[in-house]
């Protein structure tokens, strides 16, 4: 046993030994390669840091910005310093980055066109004592903004001698689902702003950029998209069925999904189409900050533009609220589903649009029915019934019952009081049956309200007497 733990003994020292002669080894490479390389201008940080001398300028940049803004961002600790702090720091100029060297040459580097096309010509190696410049990003005025029919509209940072290929480049070139888009127009504004000159050119020509420059690649809007329906709910083949835009009727829907199935409700079908405002996702040039975002129009603008020349008494105000929240939640389509595969009823012309939802939910076959009464729950639904029937069905009325009986549609959620003899209503599968409890009394409930009574009708005498 001795000998054992002798021999480990040995090999565990040698296995150490061998360790830190290959760290002294690293170590001592590591001081051969070592640099330093110095940051100026518009960065992150500025100094003068150690590098490798296999470094190249995007690795040594990229890692120098990181390890700094990693290292502000854990100096802030509320949401908004943090914010203004990101705001601050997440952009550095990539494109006019000078790279001075120590024998007085100079190179202007591209990260940004190395990024996208590996040429290494833009991203050298690091040499000991070089300086990087990083000039000062402005993109009110110095920049390049690319629209129309190509993959990734974008603004860009502006350097001498950018060509339309450079901005092709940076918004990722020619978007191929877009036919003949080989022209371009280049909107080009005066020194004041006051005026600007609209200049055409062919793609092939390749005209040299000015700083501020704004640049529409010209194709007609191609409508080859994803348009398409849900159907969810009692139909034979649910999902998502493919349509034409602004050409496809309900029935053609209704059949692509395979039709309705037996237990389909119909009479309480829905189609519910997407609202625009809810719904807006579109957040220009995500790939930077931007001073203003389309997506101004919501729920609190348009409620506040339909208030601002409303006639309604105040006390309609929460009303209007209520209703245009649920408007804004939910755009039903009044469509009769009992309909729509016939072809002579105009239901069945109904043209769907893209985004809408089509939900046929199963027929029940129950009245909910709940409050004041003895067994409150479901009750198998018979057509024609009247609403004591139900309440019979569930033990009677209660004894703290109010005389008032209120339907509930299904579908709708309108309410109906059935003890009123003008309203009319018909008892439908999936309805729900209220019947809303007397709240008791007590004598200090009747004897405040007396008072109120009596103080003003105390308060009309002395007016009276005070005129006579």
């Given at each position: 046993m001795k000998f054992k733990i002798l021999i480990l003994s040995i090999l565990f020292s040698i296995t150490l030994i061998a360790q830190d002669m290959g760290d002294i080894q690293q170590s001592s490479m590591y001081a051969l390669n070592k640099?330093?390389?110095?940051?100026?201008?518009d960065f992150i940080t500025n100094g003068t840091f150690p590098a490798s001398a296999t470094e190249r300028v995007d690795e040594f940049v990229t890692r120098t910005y990181n390890q700094y803004r990693l290292a502000l961002l854990a100096t802030t600790?509320?949401?908004?310093?943090m914010a203004e702090l990101k705001a601050e720091i997440d952009e550095y100029a990539e494109r006019g980055i000078a790279l001075k060297h120590v024998d007085?040459?100079?190179?202007?580097?591209?990260?940004?066109?190395?990024?996208?096309?590996?040429?290494?010509?833009?991203?050298?190696?690091?040499?000991?004592?070089?300086?990087?410049?990083?000039?000062?990003?402005?993109?009110?005025?110095?920049?390049?903004?690319?629209?129309?029919?190509?993959?990734k509209p974008t603004q860009f940072q502006f350097v001498d001698g950018d060509r339309l290929s450079s901005a092709l480049l940076f918004s990722r070139g020619i978007n191929a689902a877009y036919e003949n888009a080989d022209s371009i127009e280049i909107t080009r504004l005066s020194y004041d702003g006051m005026n600007e000159e609209i200049i055409k050119a062919n793609l092939k020509d390749n005209p040299e950029l000015k700083r501020g420059d704004r640049i529409r690649v010209i194709a007609n809007e191609t409508q080859k998209r994803d348009f398409k329906v849900l159907v969810e709910g009692e139909v034979n083949k649910p999902g998502y069925i493919f349509i034409k835009k602004d050409n496809t009727t309900i029935k053609e829907v209704i059949e692509k999904a395979g039709g309705f199935k037996k237990t389909a409700d119909l009479a309480g079908g829905e189609l519910i189409r997407s609202n625009v405002l809810t719904n807006t996702t579109n957040t220009p040039f995500q790939d930077r900050k931007r001073a203003f975002n389309l997506q101004a129009l919501n729920r609190e603008t348009d409620l506040l533009m339909m208030i601002r020349m409303a006639d309604i008494e105040p006390e309609d105000s929460l009303s209007l609220i209520y209703d245009n929240?649920?408007?804004?939640?939910?755009?039903?389509?009044?469509?009769?589903?009992?309909?729509?595969?016939?072809?002579?009823?105009?239901?069945s012309k109904f043209t769907v649009k893209d985004g809408d939802i089509i939900y046929i939910p199963e027929i029940t076959g129950?009245?909910?029915?709940?409050?004041?009464?003895?067994?409150?729950?479901?009750v198998d639904y018979i057509e024609g019934s009247d609403y004591q029937y139900y309440i019979d069905k569930s033990g009677g009325i209660g004894n703290r019952a109010k005389d008032a009986v209120y339907l509930i549609k299904g579908k709708t959620r309108a309410w109906i009081d059935m003890t009123d003899e003008d309203n009319e209503f018909k008892i439908e599968s999936g309805d729900f049956i209220w019947v809303p409890k007397d709240i008791p009394r007590n004598f200090d409930h009747y004897l405040t309200?007396?008072?109120?009574?009596?103080?003003?009708?105390?308060?009309?005498?002395?007016?009276?007497?005070?005129?006579?």
């Open positions: 640099i330093s390389v110095t940051i100026g201008g600790k509320d949401s908004r310093s007085g040459t100079e190179q202007i580097l591209d990260l940004k066109k190395f990024r996208l096309t590996a040429d290494y010509a833009e991203n050298p190696y690091l040499l000991n004592g070089d300086v990087l410049i990083f000039p000062q990003l402005d993109w009110q005025r110095n920049f390049i903004e690319v629209e129309g029919a190509v993959n929240q649920l408007r804004n939640a939910k755009s039903i389509v009044t469509v009769d589903f009992k309909k729509v595969l016939d072809d002579n009823s105009e239901n129950l009245v909910n029915v709940f409050g004041q009464v003895m067994n409150p729950g479901f309200r007396t008072a109120r009574i009596a103080g003003v009708i105390a308060a009309l005498i002395t007016v009276v007497l005070l005129f006579k």
